[in-house]
């Protein structure tokens, strides 16, 4: 060996001839060996360009620190929240999808789903789910009065947040095992064994969860939509990569010890909510000037608990709607707690994508418009969110429920989910479905209730009707079989929404709900023909094509959904043109973006 000027390193064994064909292939390994050396480990660097290089990183982590953190408007800001809205809801049935095909409608899956109950009711002790909604009015008029003032208040918040998630979370850790027999009453003591270790792993996700969410308030009160909007991709991104690569380093064994089984999916549940609830967002927050303190007491602290009490207190019947399906769904047998989840699933996507986008996107302009004294402007925004809201869900809800078999075989059949559970799943995803309408309502409504800065009347309203439904879904629902919980769950959400949106026209006029029943009544008309001349298509196709159960579902569901746009858009054009108009001129939109980037 000998060396170079610049480094470079020179193999010399003797003249060419000398060397035999062994000892060729040895140099040649040692030439591809020094090679690869010198590619991971480069030349010496000067100090002018380790400077360099490092500068250039922090160009790029600036660059995107720069695009997370970019202002956005509110139309804008819906576009963001509803691209975030599908793809999750993509990931999460891809995420369900192969929970269904790993483990079917078993005990595993049902274990897995009944594990959120605990950690899900802590979120809503402490108003996790509603911190944006609590914080930024408060936070917003603080900042406009004084800054400094406002950033001691955030970071009181912020310190009390922390303690008591981690109170709540290790008191929750510690009684597991007691817990598990309030939250799955049905299970048998191995299963609770089993699940109360699932607890223990999923916890510890609220703290990041709770303290993530006092960060995600302050970027949506700086309209910085594109953090949020990613959170929940990394989240689920989290839960798929863990539960499919963590298990290939613990395989299952042939004693009785029990499996691997779903550990890794709870694993992925806390690290996502650790790297897209609370790292995520604190980093944003801080390259955008957040200032942190220890700060134990301050002024509006007695402000933002006297508005967020009712929505720790007051448990809704929304809130726990979930939670219900699958504590009295735990009482029904095996599996049970698991197809209920998978049909909520299928019924939560349309409610996703129609209604959530809207409701978080508009609830910052809602307090704006509030502060400035814009009543009128106020109604019109609202009514324009629940009209585009109720035209939309309408349609989508009563054709999917007409292709809820096929629905149901595409995304959940395969594997341990077979022909039986797509069958028992089917009148339960139907169920949910028709009670869509009310839950984009409920979503719209409730927002403009907490604008007003009033969370005591739907907390009180959702609690007293959640105290009614507890003992029907004991001694009613539960003894007429599993249809029965969704169809108490439907008609619970319905009467809520219902009495909040009487309570509203009492108290601030009908104004933002001028012509509603006009527009429910033809959206019906419009609607519940096509979606039954689509089930009659979908039943024709799947006698008619191969019995090849995924294709099949797929060519039938698609006719289905032709022979629906075909009847259903000219009559929507005809009798409801504004309805027709903006969801043609979305399309129209966003094809005309598709083809500018091209």
Partial sequence: ????????????????????????????????????????????????CKKERRENRERREEKLMGFLGKRQQMGLAALILA?????????????????????????????????FVVPDII??????????????????ACFRKNEEDAWQFFSCIFLWMAIASIVLTAGGMIFSGHLVRLVAPGFSPEQAERLAFFMRIIL?????????ACFTALLFLRRQFSV????????NGAILAFGLVLPLFFPDSDSGRASFGMTGYCIGVTT?????????????????????????????????????????????????????????????GEGWVSLLNYGRRIAQVPIGLMGQAVAVASYPFLVQLLADNKREEFDATLRKALFAGIGLIIPCALMMTAGARQILEIIFQGGKFGIAETLAALPLTQIMLLAAPAWIVYMVLV???????????????????????????????????????????????????????????????SGAFAGFWKLVSLSLACSVPPAFCAWLAITCLENIL???PFITACAALFGGCLVFAFLYLPLARFFMPDIYHSLMNRMARRIHLQNGKR
């Fill in 272 to 332: 996502g909510a650790a790297a897209g609830a609370f790292l995520l967002p604190m980093s944003v927050a801080m390259k955008d000037g957040l200032r942190l303190s220890l700060v134990w007491k301050h002024r509006l602290f007695r402000k933002f608990l006297f508005i967020a009490l009712p929505l720790m207190l007051g448990q809704t019947v929304v809130m726990l709607d979930e939670q219900f399906l699958r504590v009295f769904g735990s009482l029904l």
């Fill in 447 to 509: 927002r403009a209730y907490y604008a007003h800065g009033d969370t005591l009347t739907p907390a009180i309203t959702g609690t007293l009707i959640t105290i009614v439904c507890v003992p029907l879904y004991y001694w009613l629902a539960v003894p007429l079989g599993a249809w029965a919980i969704p169809f108490l769950s439907g008609i619970a959400v319905t009467v809520y929404v219902a009495w909040l949106a009487i309570i509203w026209t009492k108290r601030n006029g």
């Fill in 1 to 48: 060996f000998s060396a170079g000027k610049n480094g470079q390193v020179f193999l010399w064994s003797g003249p060419q001839k000398a060397r035999s064909p062994d000892r060729r292939k040895e140099l040649a390994k040692v030439r591809k060996k020094t090679f690869r050396k010198r590619q991971k480990t480069g030349r010496p660097k000067s100090a002018a």
């Fill in 123 to 140: 979120n809503y002790l402490l108003a996790g789910g509603f911190m944006s909604i609590t914080i930024i009015p408060i936070l917003a």
């Fill in 546 to 548: 191969p019995a090849i």
């Fill in 204 to 212: 510890p996700a609220q703290v990041f969860f709770l303290c993530g």
């Fill in 228 to 235: 949020p909007a990613l959170t929940p991709l990394i989240y």
């Fill in 83 to 115: 691209a975030s809205a599908i793809l999750s809801r993509l990931m999460g049935l891809i995420r369900d999808k192969v929970i269904s095909w790993q483990f079917g409608a078993g005990n595993e899956a049902d274990m897995y789903f009944a594990a």
